[in-house]
């Protein structure tokens, strides 16, 4: 054939955006707010949490609402990015029982797919942060950096869940309980420092999702850069068991035309 | 020449027993072994088989031969438990047609997800949507969502996709089952561009002619081996031997007699064949005057009527009726579909010859009611129904179109 092919590299990137746009079209397909859904449960969390933080149980933090909002956008895209990268394959049959189709894709696919209501939800954050304490920090150009460090430690986890729920359907049920007690043992809603001054320290400095919200908070409201010691570590971590998972994940492949 | 497709001693193992996702209480009761009992079925035994670039093969052989899974392996859906598959050139395939479609995506969404799976760039794909939608017919309801259509609908759609993605090698799984016969017709002229245009065609399906017409080979599957490879009229032989046997397994042993309006008598086994699920009743050959003594004069009107008694689970059928010669020669073969109907009626198929133009002679008709892929025989009647045709003999001739004879007188002068 004479037709001059898109590279291989042409033909992921247009697959990786058509599966993108199909995953956040059916999501609010025949639905009257469509993607706005995505924005509501953070934002209204949020007004509670200002209220009952500010109000009921002051913890003196400053600009708390840019505070827990940056916390929960973050936790949100990782969770959300978990919770979908476990059906992706359950729920993906038809497009695992296609010929040619790069199974290999679909996890990371989910967490683009929810990296998209994050960034979505961008503007919403760096308003705030303007609104609330006069100025967008320089620092927050490193904000790139940082989405793509927690894609690399999103990725791992993602592409194990993803793979082991296909013969144990119990994953989905489990991975709910673990997010909601890792959520809570995430500053989100209180100060980081308070967890790594107190005898619970040991949580902090395990959780990838917490020093990338410290991270996060460091570039966007106080200013200053974030420890690119942690950052690297965490980073690398990340990496290596992104490779694990993708490892898992192409040994079980083969496996799941048959098991859905 | 070049190998396109390589199957070299494919096995391949299912296991069954129960559902296969198993929760974790059952993974820790068991100690994550596989302590509970698994039935194996090799679905695949030990098949090898090579399909040069550019030819067309057709994959024939019974139910649960391992024909639809073999063509899955080689379209790289799931992985032999043993042995190797090689494919050169960009694939492409039609499974259970409109399987991949998303029933929420609108058809054009569809399309253009499906081109890009397949191969293309978007805008490749974005270039040929005209195309594809002309071609499936559905120019006014591409921008419905996929649920809105008919399974009809979704098939040509994705039948559509499937052959317009440049293929160099295409996989074919029994699609010409679905669609009306117009569709059909126009699926088997593209199988035609595509074999002049030197793609590669490897087909499983239920209808022998279609083997017949489209391929240059045959290879006969069964209990997952490969029994047989030869010229698609070889094969197709073999086919139609192993679904008459097929046929008599599947006819009960016990029915009633029953009288035909041309006074014969219908007995099960031994002028009738099939399941019975669904019967053929009452068939009449009806002359121009509308005598039903089942004779004609040669390229006199004959009217074939048939009450057809098919229950509405078995969906749409096919009856087919030939007239066979006396010495086994068929004339005609012709068949249609017929809806199934509720309980207590009845369809009646008419088959009208304005003209049948046979020479004169002793002619056999044969009626049969079959599945939509011909697989199954519900019933057969062969041997009951006899049609004379009157006319003046004129040798061993199998038809006897209008003619006239004129002798010229020669002509004067000349040289």
Redesign the interface.
């Known amino acids: ?1 004479s ?1 001059v ?2 590279g291989a590299l ?2 992921r990137v ?2 990786v ?3 993108v746009l ?1 995953d956040v ?2 999501r609010y ?2 639905s009257v707010l469509g993607v706005a859904w995505s924005q509501l449960p953070p934002l209204s969390l949020l007004v509670i949490m200002t209220i009952v933080f500010t109000k009921v149980i002051p913890l003196d933090i400053p600009d708390y609402p840019v505070f827990a909002l940056t916390g929960l956008l973050t936790w949100t895209w990782f969770q959300t990015s978990m919770l979908s990268a476990t059906v992706c394959v359950t729920d993906g049959g ?2 695992v ?5 790069p199974v290999t894709l679909l996890p990371p696919i989910a967490i683009v797919s929810q990296l998209a209501h994050f960034l979505l939800a961008l503007p919403v954050l760096l308003g705030a942060v303007i609104v609330l304490t006069g100025r967008l920090p320089a620092t927050a150009v490193l904000l790139p950096l940082l989405i793509a460090i927690q894609f690399m430690v999103t990725l791992g986890p993602a592409y194990a869940v993803a793979a082991l729920h ?5 994953i989905g049920h ?1 991975l709910a309980v673990v997010l909601q007690l890792w959520f809570f043992g995430t500053p989100i809603f209180y100060d980081d420092q308070r967890l790594i001054d107190s005898s619970f320290r040991i949580v902090y400095e395990l959780n990838p999702i917490a020093h990338l919200i410290t991270a996060y908070r460091d570039v966007l409201i106080r200013g200053r850069w974030p420890s690119f010691g942690s950052l690297g570590l965490i980073f690398g971590a990340g990496a290596i068991l992104s490779a694990a998972g993708i490892m898992l994940y192409r040994r079980r492949a ?2 799941f ?3 859905l | 020449m070049s190998v396109a497709i390589s199957v070299r001693g494919v096995a391949k193992r299912f296991r069954h027993g129960g559902p296969d996702a198993r929760t974790l209480k059952e993974h820790v009761v068991t100690g994550f072994r596989n302590v509970r009992e698994r039935h194996e079925f090799w679905a695949l035994e030990d098949v090898s088989l090579e399909v040069p670039a550019g030819a067309s093969v057709g994959i024939l052989g019974p139910n649960g031969a391992g024909k639809t899974t073999l063509l899955r392996l080689i379209g790289g859906i799931g992985r032999p438990t043993r042995g190797t598959i090689d494919v050169k050139g960009r694939l492409s395939a039609i499974f259970e047609l409109g399987a991949g479609f998303h029933p929420d995506l609108t058809g054009r969404e569809s399309v253009l997800l499906a081109g890009i799976i397949a191969g293309l760039s978007r805008d490749e794909i974005r270039g040929r949507m005209d195309e594809i939608v002309e071609f499936a017919e559905l120019r006014e309801f591409i921008d419905e969502p996929i649920r809105m259509y008919s399974t009809g609908m979704v098939a040509r759609l994705a039948f559509s996709v499937a052959t317009n993605v440049d293929a160099e090698v295409l996989l074919v799984d029994e699609v010409l089952a679905v669609g009306d016969l117009a569709f059909q017709r126009k699926c088997r002229e593209r199988f035609e561009e595509f074999k002049s245009a030197g793609v590669t065609l490897l087909l499983v399906t239920h209808d022998p002619s279609f083997v017949a017409d489209l391929c240059d080979e045959a290879v006969w599957l069964q209990g997952g081996r490969v029994a047989a490879t030869g010229s698609p009229n070889e094969i197709t032989e073999l086919y139609r031997t192993a679904m008459q046997q097929r046929t008599i397994e599947a006819t009960p042993d016990d029915a009633p007699e029953v009288s035909t309006p041309g006074g014969a008598t219908l007995r099960i086994r031994h002028n009738r064949w099939g399941t019975q699920e669904a019967q053929v009743q009452n068939v009449r050959l009806i002359d121009g005057q509308g005598s039903t003594l089942g004779r004609i004069t040669s390229g006199g009107r004959l009217t074939v009527e048939a009450d057809v008694v098919v229950p509405t689970s078995l969906g749409e059928v096919r009856i087919l009726v030939h007239i066979l010669r006396s010495d086994g020669v068929r004339c005609v073969d012709t068949s249609t579909l017929v809806r199934g109907a509720r309980e207590g009626e009845r369809h009646t198929a008419v088959l009208a010859f304005d003209r049948l133009d046979l020479a004169p002679g002793d002619y056999a008709i044969e009626v049969g009611l079959y599945n939509i892929n011909w697989g199954k025989t519900y019933d057969f009647h062969s041997g009951v129904y006899g049609l004379k045709v009157l006319g003046e003999s004129s040798g061993e001739a199998v038809v006897m179109p209008p003619h006239r004879w004129t002798v010229r007188k020669p002509e004067l002068g000349g040289p």
């Not at chain 1, 029982?97 to 189709?101: I, Q, S």
Request: avoid cysteine; hydrophobic fraction near 30%; charge should be positive.
């Open positions: 054939m037709v092919r898109a042409g033909r247009d697959l955006r058509e599966l199909r079209r059916l397909r025949r038809d497009l029982r296609r010929p040619r189709f296909v013969p144990v359907r119990d489990a083969h496996t035309p048959e098991e």
